[in-house]
């Protein structure tokens, strides 16, 4: 039987409420193991109610997604329950919400075990930080989000990089083999166009992708996001997995080519993040919606905060929509 840890506060069961954020892929980890994400504005709240049970019992409802898989929810309340020493059943519901498209590249799932791990830990009655009274500090409770994902087999490196991104904000460069951070950059108050074709690409689908090839650019691209060059490795990560993956680079290239920052495949795709500066949208949008008619268009920003313990049913701020896309129009009208 494992033994149950010392709490640094009483363990008591209620509910939980958390936010994280989602992010945007700078350099693809898996291909060498090394990523590196941005932090962005587009978030999944998440509240969980734990109560003592006969047995234990994980209920989930994704709201905006409901026939989305609900395993990488319930492994994320079992990391924790496991990690607390908890072996009492226990009857857990879990709500989430999320602005962030599902199964497109923007970290939908490292935003939602983030905040389902914060929610949890929270319904405990834990904290999460580097004080005393804390059950453990910011990567630590990252990790357990990690574990949850590759538990539920939602991911195929673990994706530390994609979680710490959406975690603390920023850009973040990891080794996801060591689960270490190696390179943080404030990147500053920039805009996004997230470019959201309809169909969904899952990560562990990509798994029979030939990336071995494409090592020493991956390796480069890491090494140019360490040195303060994380434009160019956006670039450089797109064009080498967009012939893994069988994506086009033709919209990023004409981003570029138009004056965007940077620009890139996000993730295993099919989106694509372009980095502009503030309120300068409407100089890219008509390019958009020529190459890239039926994708969804949104605006984010980055993102500088860490994930946060929400203290009441705070409303989840919209993204602003500036192409609804012609398959989200037609849902719309119907």
């Given at each position: 039987?494992?033994?149950t840890?010392l709490?640094p ?10 936010r994280s ?10 291909a060498?193991?090394h ?6 504005d ?15 019992r994980?209920?989930?409802a994704i ?5 989305e898989p609900t395993?990488l929810?319930?492994?994320?309340v079992?990391?924790?329950?496991e990690?607390l020493g908890?072996e009492e059943?226990?009857h857990?519901?879990v709500?989430?919400?999320s602005?962030i498209?599902?199964?497109r590249g923007?970290?939908?799932?490292s ?13 405990c ?11 453990m500090?910011d ?8 574990d949850?994902?590759?538990?539920a ?14 975690w603390?904000?920023?850009l973040?460069?990891?080794?996801n083999p ?8 404030d990147v500053?108050?920039l805009?996004l166009l997230l ?6 690409v899952?990560?562990i689908?990509t798994?029979?992708a030939?990336t ?18 994380w434009q160019e490795?956006?670039l450089?990560?797109?064009l ?26 996000s993730?295993?795709?099919p989106?694509?993040a372009?980095?502009?500066r503030r309120?300068d949208?409407d100089c ?12 969804r268009v949104?605006?984010a ?5 860490k ?9 989840l701020?919209?993204?602003?929509v ?7 129009a ?5």
């Amino acid at each position: 039987m494992t033994e149950t840890p010392l709490l640094p506060r009483p363990l008591r069961f209620s509910t939980g409420r958390a936010r994280s954020h989602g992010a945007v892929t700078v350099v693809n980890a898996i291909a060498t193991g090394h990523g590196a994400a941005i932090g962005i504005d587009l978030a999944t709240d998440a509240t969980v109610t734990l109560a003592p049970a006969d047995k234990t019992r994980i209920d989930v409802a994704i709201e905006d997604e409901p026939s989305e898989p609900t395993a990488l929810a319930e492994a994320c309340v079992r990391q924790v329950l496991e990690r607390l020493g908890i072996e009492e059943p226990i009857h857990a519901v879990v709500k989430t919400r999320s602005t962030i498209p599902v199964s497109r590249g923007l970290k939908s799932s490292s935003a939602a075990a983030n905040a389902i791990v914060l929610a949890t830990l929270t319904a405990c009655g834990q904290t999460v930080g580097d004080g005393e009274e804390d059950v453990m500090d910011d990567q630590a409770a990252v990790r357990l989000g990690v574990d949850a994902a590759l538990a539920a087999r939602v991911t195929i490196t673990g994706a530390f990089d994609d979680a710490a991104a959406s975690w603390f904000g920023g850009l973040v460069a990891t080794d996801n083999p060591d689960r270490r951070i190696v390179h943080q950059e404030d990147v500053g108050d920039l805009e996004l166009l997230l470019v959201v074709p309809p169909r969904k690409v899952r990560t562990i689908d990509t798994m029979t992708a030939p990336t071995h090839p494409l090592r020493p650019l991956v390796a480069e691209a890491h090494a140019l996001v360490r040195e303060g060059k994380w434009q160019e490795a956006m670039l450089r990560n797109s064009l080498a997995y967009g012939g893994s993956y069988g994506l086009s680079n033709r919209l990023v290239i004409h981003m570029l080519d138009t004056g965007a920052i940077a620009a890139g495949i996000s993730g295993t795709g099919p989106a694509v993040a372009v980095v502009i500066r503030r309120d300068d949208w409407d100089c890219f949008t008509g390019i958009v919606g020529m190459l890239e008619p039926d994708a969804r268009v949104l605006v984010a920003h980055t993102n500088r905060k860490k994930a946060q313990v929400l203290e009441d049913d705070e409303p989840l701020p919209e993204p602003l929509v500036v192409q609804e896309g012609a398959r989200h129009a037609e849902e719309a009208v119907t």
